[in-house]
């Protein structure tokens, strides 16, 4: 079975190219959550071909009940299916049985899961393509349960952008632009780490009741749409503007 693979779409678990050199220790997050739960649910969003949680599944089993989104229709779970064929992650005997549920939708809008469904997410590589951040993580806290961990990569900034467009994230308050990651560090349910290797953070989220960062959408630009095809060097995602409400 020939398959052309966008190895950018299929980094999984390991390694400083995927969600390990992202996010920390992501098998590790699971250990944790499996000493108070026999099963964690795992989304993850942003989930490409869906290696990282096939290799989820054959590091844990039946422990861990797998879910990906992505954003456009062709990565679906057809996809994901033959791509784990032709990686030799499953064979045809085991393969259906072990496919994470794929769903296709903006991740920055309402995630179709009920409150405190899901265990365990996590978005590597992701965050800069999503248009609301803001509200995804604050989606994130509603569907993840009380024992649970959001394990979320930020890439708020860009440094090969130029200085109007390094910041992905966009906060003002009256008329002066706020530092995003002191404003995160109002809240007390995350915890803000180093992104191994790069210049951006991810954040560890504990479940709280309702998190609601009081920040009002504004816009989003789509800084690859708009501006890649003027300048030598790449530009990256969606930059998201916010006001404090």
Known sequence: MKMKIRQGRAKGLFGNKGAEGRLGNVP????????????????????GYGRALLELKNLFGDRVETYGINAEPEW?????????????LFDKQNINK??????????????PFKNNFIDL????????YIPDKIHFIEE???????EGIAALELEEVRNEHPLEYKNLFEIWDNGVKVDFLKYLK?????????SKNRPWHYILIT???????????????????????????????????????
């Open 28 to 47: 590790k997050y699971i250990k944790q959550i499996l000493k108070k739960k026999k099963k964690v649910k795992v989304l993850e969003v942003g989930t």
């Open 76 to 88: 679906n779970q057809k996809l994901v299916k033959k791509y784990a064929l032709h990686e030799k």
């Open 98 to 111: 072990n496919l994470p549920k794929i769903f296709i939708l903006d991740a920055g809008k309402k995630l």
């Open 121 to 128: 997410i996590i978005n590597p590589a992701t965050m800069q």
């Open 140 to 146: 994130s806290n509603r569907i993840l349960t009380k």
């Open 186 to 194: 109002k809240f007390k349910n995350i915890k803000i780490k180093k």
């Open 207 to 245: 479940k709280v009741k309702k998190l609601d960062f009081k920040l009002k959408y504004i816009t989003s630009i789509n800084l690859e749409e708009q501006f890649s095809s003027n300048w030598e060097i790449r530009w990256w995602g969606k930059k998201s503007i916010y006001v404090v409400k």
